[in-house]
């Protein structure tokens, strides 16, 4: 498969199969005697398990380690199930802190009547207030 057949293919642009070759998720393809790359059948379901990953929240670098762990037997389910739970935990660190966040808005906004210059803004002034 051609760079752009891919890439149809997986519904991503050509530069989106070059970074993720450049980032080591795809392995480079060999080259065609007329100078073309012919990328495996199989890159498509690496790109569509790379999007999966990233749609729930895996960076990178944890999707990289997850690819390698898909190819070493000597890995168990196990490893992967701990590394599921721990991006589990951090989804919901991010969601308190999430939540918080829109706590404080919530406040900052309730303050604010909505007119009158923006020297007098309660919600300018809590962001300029040292003390937060």
């Known amino acids: 498969m051609t760079i752009g057949q891919v890439a149809r293919e997986c519904g991503i642009g050509v530069e989106t199969v070059r970074f ?10 060999p080259r065609r005697g007329s100078g073309y790359r012919q990328f495996a059948p199989d890159t498509v379901q690496r790109i569509h398990f790379i999007q999966r990953a990233k749609d729930l929240g895996f960076s990178l670098k944890e999707i990289r380690d997850l ?4 190819v070493d037997r000597t890995t168990s389910c196990a490893e992967v199930k701990a590394r599921a739970e721990a ?24 303050a604010c009547r909505g007119k009158g210059p923006t ?10 207030d040292e003390k937060g």
């Open 20 to 29: 993720y070759e450049r980032k080591g998720l795809i392995p480079p393809p």
């Open 87 to 110: 991006k589990i935990s951090e989804v919901r660190a991010k969601k308190k802190t999430l939540e918080r966040m829109e706590r404080a808005l919530g406040r900052l906004t309730a």
């Open 67 to 70: 690819l390698s762990l898909r």
């Open 119 to 128: 020297g007098e803004c309660p919600i300018l002034e809590a962001l300029e």
